[in-house]
Nanobody
Framework: VQLQAFGGGLVQAEGSLRLSCAAT????????VAWFRQAPGKEREFVGV????????VYADSVKGRFAISRDDASNTVNLQMNNLKLEDTAVYFC?????????????????WGQGTEVTVSS
């Protein structure tokens, strides 16, 4: 099983960026898929999650209303659309999956992780 997060880069504040997570060896529709991020010197934190049904989403308060997760079953990818980016969104973003059929927000509940893609928001 491999997860590959991509789409990161440098973007100006208030700009947008779309991250994607692709998988080999598993089908996203059978898992709950989440995005986490880790800023320099900080712990990894929950960003958002999409449930196995592909409909239910839950977001951290810090990104609610700005970020949106979607799943594309045809391409077996999960996307994170990030709008109105802020300086504090700068981090390495990771996608992860769990067998749990719930909107899990704890890193300990996820057992497959991608390698991360870096997002830098500049002023």
């Amino acid at each position: 099983v491999q997860l590959q997060a991509f789409g990161g880069g440098l973007v100006q504040a208030e700009g947008s960026l779309r991250l994607s997570c692709a998988a080999t060896g598993l089908t996203f529709s059978s898992y709950t898929v989440a995005w986490f991020r880790q800023a320099p010197g900080k712990e990894r934190e929950f960003v958002g999650v999409i449930s196995r049904n592909g409909v239910t989403t839950v977001y951290a308060d810090s990104v609610k209303g700005r970020f949106a997760i979607s799943r594309d079953d045809a391409s077996n990818t999960v996307n994170l659309q990030m709008n109105n980016l802020k300086l504090e969104d700068t981090a390495v973003y990771f996608c992860a999956v769990t067998h749990r059929n719930s909107a899990a927000t704890s890193t300990s509940l996820y057992h497959f992780w991608g390698q991360g893609t870096e997002v830098t928001v500049s002023s």
